[in-house]
């Protein structure tokens, strides 16, 4: 990117490698995704929801835990609902409360578009590595 264009994603932006990105991470089943804080509208507690559904009524159902195994989470936890660059409103089911974590920008690395069009995690756009975890980041 030059210094006259502007950013097309969220991690278009020049930034020190030290410099990280608030993320909500969480886990469906052995895999972990993460959300940038800012694409995150808000995370809906299922305890608190009772019998008023309200705050999911605009939001389009991702189920990743479906798209991933086969099969539905039977009782989520939680609700994050998150904003793409689409402007669609997803609500992604989780077993626990997604945890707000800083990701270094040296640890995000763009996937190629063969795995995002191949694969059904074509959700994802970018990866981050660590030792012994890497998180799918949802960010397109």
């Known amino acids: ?54 705050a999911l009524a605009r939001v389009e159902p991702l189920d990743l835990h479906e798209l991933l195994f086969g099969c539905n989470l039977v009782e989520p936890k939680a609700w994050t609902i998150y904003r793409a660059a689409n402007s669609t409103l997803y609500g992604i089911p989780s077993a626990s409360v997604p945890t707000l974590i800083n990701i270094p920008f040296d640890r995000i690395r763009q996937l190629p578009i063969d795995f995002r069009t191949t694969t059904p995690l074509n959700i994802t756009s970018h990866v981050a590595c660590f030792d012994a975890l890497t998180v799918l980041m949802l960010v397109d």
């Open 1 to 54: 990117m030059n210094a006259n264009s502007q950013p097309t994603s969220i991690l278009d932006f020049q930034l020190a490698p030290t410099e990280a990105i608030e993320s909500v991470l969480f886990e469906i089943e052995t895999v972990w995704f993460g959300i940038p804080l800012s694409r995150v509208e808000r995370i809906v507690d299922v305890t608190n929801i009772h019998n008023d559904f309200s």
